[in-house]
């Protein structure tokens, strides 16, 4: 069972209260749909004007889907990049399943291209190869759909179970704040971070969620507060600037967040603020909570120093809503991660449990090598 008796897992799990979470209500969107024929991936662009599916027909479709955010989010975009294989797939006529892997390759590749920092895509696509691998030579095609279902199906399982281990570390009444968007939007559903925060609301132990807008792409505004709006959560949006003032007013008691790569010390890349937010919770005494799948966790990646950090158009901070706000000729930097050191976070959640003040001990504990 995931997490039972292994190290770092040490909270108990409570089958009675899991049943008791209404996923009907706290989970209503799905950002990737396999039809059988084509990919359809929800636009997050659009998002929360428009609900619109995108059609991918194939592979390079979806690498172009994921490097232009219209899916995004650490889970989300391993599992659109795993269906990118299946479409893959269907172009090329291969007598066997290694001579499929080889025709396959390029496409596995621009597709782990489309985006640096999630360590999600580049395991998903690592599955993807492993199955080809183990693949009979007349079952190759159904080994890969087999697997990308396998993958999507895992992390929602996986979601819920970690919105149970995180919910159980907050006390009744808390007020928590979270960072980007980690929901079903980001995940096959549910959530990492929000995954938490529903099953929080659901069982009366979160009394409050503030949400950060997530500059430049604002991943808070646009898509965090409308899809807890879906379920009837109440949220309260803030700039990401008043984060310090929030945490001074004594409101929050958890910071809840994400990741997209959890290094072998338990050094954390997530939406660039994470780190000045883990920074304020501590000078408050305000707790930090990462969530996320143990496909986030990349043992090979000592610390987060040579995490690449992912840097976008330096024109997503020049216009708001597609209006120009600043002059021409103003250069701007836009790295989209940092990293936090493990030191500034009390508690690393995943679906195997969790760890209080994660360290390189502990995860090797818990995760053993690469
Ligand atoms: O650039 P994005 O929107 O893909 O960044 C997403 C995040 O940083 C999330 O916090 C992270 O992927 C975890 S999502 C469950």
Redesign the pocket.
Known sequence: TPGGGRPGAPLAHNAAVEHAIDYARYDRIRPIRWTGEALQLLD?RRLPFAVEYLDCADSDAVAAAIRA?AV??????GIAAAWGVVLAARAIEAATAAAAARQLEPALQRLEAA?P??V?LAWALARMRAALTRAADGDWRGALQREAAAIEREDLAANRRMGMLGAALIAPGSGVLT?????SL??AGF????GVIRAGVAQGRIAAVYAGE?RP?L?GARLTVWELQQDGIDATLIVDAAAAHLMRSGRVQWVV????RICANGDV????G?YQLAIVAKHHGVKVMV??PSS?VDMDTPTGETIRI?ERDPGELHAVGGSRTVAEGIGAWNP??DVTPHALIDALVTERGAIERPDADKLRAAFGRG
Not at 191 to 194: I, S
Not at 269 to 272: D, G, R
Request: overall charge positive.
């Open positions: 997050q955010l995004r989010g650490a889970p989300a975009i985006r920092t999630a999600n960072h980007c968007n980690t929901g980001a995940t959530g990492t971070a929000l997530t792409w991943q967040v994400g990741a997209d890349a997530n939406k660039i994470t969530v996320a986030t992912e989209v991660f």
